[in-house]
């Protein structure tokens, strides 16, 4: 069997490319989804979550729902010109037939991990709220988790949900200052590196011409979020922000890394910026990042072998 991974997820089309590239993965065995808020309300990434694993025919794979709104302020709202409507890059009713589990997501998340102590992976895909309500319940699992990877945040780099956020931390940045300060193994995959991996649009017409399901759902899924990043980014292709965690859990050295504290904003207009401190560490720290934890943060990538993987999986089987 595969590394042991849970992945928290607001699917969302670039949330749907990671799974479905996890799913075809032989080295990670992907034991639960659990949903939550972002691209999508919950209820509308829950039911893409289902659909998803009903595609690809891992009906066997539990989905748990998370949490409705973050942990300070209401859901901002979901993003129908990035990810479509139905949160799936269309209009088409998403109509599951299986059910999520009657546990919430907190909960699934603490079990799992109690349940191969030290063996499981955290991948989370959206905003940080699940995995900071897991923690405020059950402190002790951080050392229950082999590691924790985050798509989400900007260390050096704009970010794009506002001038200087990414949109998973924006989306619950009070989430995200508790995850990154828990003290657990923590990787942070933001935009330094996702923004350096463009996959171009002859690369995804063969992801999309494929004939394996997976394909054939993402065929429907990809061209509005196309069209979105080729309109706002300027570029012929699509940022893989969710697949690249996949790609750094199936190989890291294909990544750089610093080791930095990092708090996130909560205040005011730079609110859900993520920030290092990259000099003194320990006493001579400034007040806010002494005796916060090192995260991993990706701040270099090999793109085209991000997306040679990510072709790879996804155009296999059919
Ligand atoms: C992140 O935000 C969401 O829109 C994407 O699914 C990804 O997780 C990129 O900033
Ligand atoms: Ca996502």
């Not at 546990?103 to 895909?125: F, N």
């Not at 619950?172 to 935009?191: Q, Y």
């Not at 290092?276 to 270099?300: I, L, S």
């Amino acid at each position: 069997m595969g590394r042991p991974v849970i992945i928290d997820t607001d699917p969302g089309v670039d949330d749907a490319m990671a799974i479905l590239m996890a799913l075809a993965s032989p080295e990670l065995e992907v034991l639960a989804l659990t949903t939550i808020f972002g691209n999508a309300a919950t209820d509308r990434t829950t039911r893409n979550a289902l659909t998803i694993l009903e595609t690809a025919g891992r009906t066997d794979i539990p989905v748990s729902a998370g949490a409705v709104d973050p942990i300070a302020v209401p859901f901002k709202g979901p993003v129908p010109f990035v990810h479509g409507e139905n949160g799936l890059g269309g209009t088409r009713t998403i109509s599951p037939t299986t059910e999520v589990t009657q546990a919430l997501a907190a909960e699934t998340i603490y079990t799992l991990a109690s349940d191969r102590p030290g063996e499981v992976t955290l991948l989370a895909l959206g905003p940080l709220t699940n995995l900071a309500v897991a923690l405020d319940a059950h402190p002790d699992l951080i050392d229950l988790v082999d590691e924790v990877v985050v798509m989400g945040g900007n260390a050096l780099v704009p970010g794009n949900a506002t001038p200087v956020a990414e949109a998973n931390i924006n989306n619950d940045p009070e989430a995200a200052d508790a995850v990154f300060g828990a003290g657990w193994p923590i990787t942070m995959v933001g935009l330094d590196v996702t923004h350096q991996v463009n996959l171009p649009g002859a690369v995804i017409d063969t992801i999309t011409a494929a004939s394996n399901p997976g394909a054939r759902l993402l065929a429907e899924a990809i061209p509005l979020y196309r069209a979105f990043f080729e309109a706002t980014n300027n570029i012929d292709g699509i940022y893989v922000h969710d697949p690249s965690t996949v790609a750094y859990l199936l190989e890291p050295d294909i990544f750089t890394t610093d080791h930095w504290p990092v708090r996130v904003e909560t205040e005011s207009f730079s609110r859900g910026k993520t920030w290092p401190n990259m000099g003194d560490t320990d006493d001579a720290a400034p007040p806010a990042w002494r005796g916060r934890p090192v995260v991993n943060v990706c701040t270099g990538v090999n793109g085209d072998r991000v997306v040679e993987l990510l072709a790879d999986r996804l155009t296999k089987g059919g």
